[in-house]
């Protein structure tokens, strides 16, 4: 490590830090040595070192579809009728 450290800031929700810090004490580290090994292998390997996904939801795909039964309701297209999921305690 170079002989100078520099800061880095950046803002965390409250319950993120207060969850981090629970969980580095566990491991018996403190979160500035967990952001020092996360910066480090990404500067390494040139990755983020876990899998970084999109919530499918938000999918192209699926906001299309979405879209498409929001027309069908608009236009008179869709036909929705009740039915029983549930058993009634009467």
């Known amino acids: 490590m170079s ?3 520099v ?3 950046f803002k965390l929700d409250p319950v993120v830090k207060k969850n981090m810090e629970s969980a580095c004490h ?4 403190t ?3 967990a952001f020092t090994i996360f910066a480090k292998t990404v500067g390494r390997e ?10 499918p939801f938000y999918s192209n795909e699926n906001i299309n579809y979405l879209e498409e039964i929001r027309n069908d309701i ?7 009728s009740e039915h029983e ?5 009467e």
Not at 46 to 55: C, G, H, L, N, W
Not at 74 to 80: C, I, L, M, W
């Open 46 to 55: 040139r990755r983020i070192p876990f899998a970084v996904t999109a919530d």
């Open 74 to 80: 608009d236009n008179g297209k869709a036909h929705f």
């Open 26 to 29: 566990d491991m018996g580290i």
């Open 3 to 5: 002989q100078t450290a």
């Open 31 to 33: 979160m500035t040595a």
């Open 85 to 89: 999921l549930l058993e009634d305690d």
């Open 7 to 9: 800061n880095v800031n």
